[in-house]
């Protein structure tokens, strides 16, 4: 498949990994400030974000990033020994949904919403491999609020391979085997003393 970063000038290409088919395809201003803002806003106040604990060896660990699930009814993710069962979408989000469905390609079903009270809130090297996931459908990364840098890397150790500031309503996308060949996290940054949500959308398998 065509990595939509070549069919759209205003995307950049992070990794165009032919080889092992993975891509990853990042545009800095998907939504305009105002409409960042605005979601920023009303989904700080609106969504039920809970603490995260995940399982780490065996044993739940809480960590400062919280968490909620949007997305079609009865939809679920299991992930590190979390369960997140969907929120119905928000009023007003569908088009939003749309909109990401066509950037991608794809028809997502799932939002898994993570949000960053400051820098000090991170999340290590992981891939999104869970056989929940439909195997290879892409993911988009929906950023609101604090830039946040995002780092990527072949394989599950050593440096990153690519690192992009993700700016407030920035979409990025990971497509094709990304998810089998690479890890990406989002690192510590003390400096950072403001709020950020990210939306990875997914397309889930419905049982
Ligand atoms: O917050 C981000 O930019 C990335 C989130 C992420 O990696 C995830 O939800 O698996």
Request: charged content about 25%; glycine content about 6%.
């Amino acid at each position: 498949m065509v990595p939509p970063s070549m069919l759209f000038e205003t995307r950049e290409t992070l990794i165009d990994d032919r080889a092992r088919g993975c891509w990853v395809s990042y545009q800095s201003h998907f939504l305009s400030a105002d409409e960042s803002d605005r979601w920023l806003r009303r989904l700080a106040a609106e969504l039920p974000f809970v603490a995260e604990a995940p399982v780490i060896f065996g044993k739940a660990i809480p960590v400062r990033r919280r968490s909620c699930a949007l997305g079609e009814p009865g939809v679920r993710y299991r992930y590190s020994g979390i369960e997140r069962v969907a929120h119905p979408w928000p009023d007003g989000f569908a088009s939003l949904v749309e909109r990401v469905n066509r950037a991608a390609d794809t028809r997502f079903n799932f939002a898994l919403c993570n949000e960053y009270a400051d820098g000090e809130v991170a999340l290590g090297w992981h891939s999104d491999d869970e056989d929940d996931l439909v195997r290879d459908a892409p993911i988009a990364s929906l950023s609101l609020g604090a830039t946040r840098d995002f780092a990527l890397r072949l394989g599950r150790s050593g440096a990153a391979c690519a690192t992009v500031s993700l700016a407030p309503g920035s979409l990025l996308v990971m497509g094709g085997a990304t998810q089998r060949h690479y890890q990406h996290r989002v690192p510590v940054r003390k400096r950072c003393a403001q709020l950020r949500i990210n939306l990875t959308f997914r397309q889930m398998i419905t049982r």
